[in-house]
């Protein structure tokens, strides 16, 4: 990340920094996920948790969250996790997804949280990761709810397997 938009991003209250981080991310890298409109909720070194509205963009014929946009919401969860590991080492890491596994347990008939509980296990990986010249892989594992309805009933599971290589 540029100097620039470090500076940028310092000046923004700590509420808004993450989700203005994702949604540049977005804007400059990945559309898609601009085009979500993502609110990071909380991110720390043991949790991620991201926001996805329902509303027209990303709601399906049957007014529920359209499947596409929930991969994409856990994407953003273990990415994201992942990515705030790596700007903290303030080491240059390859990131990419080698997997990806998804159980749609229930329609996401509300807006959708996904949740990243292994802020620890990665760092240690990226730990790890800087520490050798090899790629590694890990599984990262999210969960997704619809607090609207149910604040406990999972929705759907994701295991991902993050990609990690020292640049």
């Known amino acids: 990340m540029s100097k620039l938009v ?19 991310f977005g ?13 990071v909720i909380e991110l720390n070194d043991k949790r991620c948790a991201v926001k996805v509205p329902l509303n027209r ?8 969250m359209y499947f596409g946009v929930l991969c994409a919401g856990a994407d953003c969860a273990g990415g994201l996790s992942a990515m705030k590991q790596i700007m ?10 080698k997997e990806f596994n998804a ?6 008939e509300g ?5 990243c509980e292994q802020g620890e296990e990665i760092k240690a ?29 999972v929705v759907a599971e994701f295991t991902l397997e993050l990609s990690l290589k020292k640049k």
């Open 6 to 24: 470090k500076t940028m991003l310092d000046t923004l209250p700590e509420s808004f920094r993450d989700t203005a981080l994702i949604r540049l």
């Open 27 to 39: 804007l400059t890298k990945v559309p898609l996920i601009f085009f979500m409109r993502p609110k």
């Open 57 to 64: 963009r990303t709601k399906n014929h049957l007014n529920s």
């Open 88 to 97: 903290n080492s303030g080491k240059k890491v390859s990131l990419a997804f």
């Open 103 to 108: 159980k749609f347990l229930k329609r996401a």
């Open 111 to 115: 807006d959708t949280v996904f949740v």
């Open 125 to 153: 990986f990226v730990e790890k990761v800087l520490a050798s010249e090899e790629r590694h892989h890990m599984p990262v594992y999210i969960k997704a709810y619809c607090p609207d309805i149910s604040e406990t009933e």
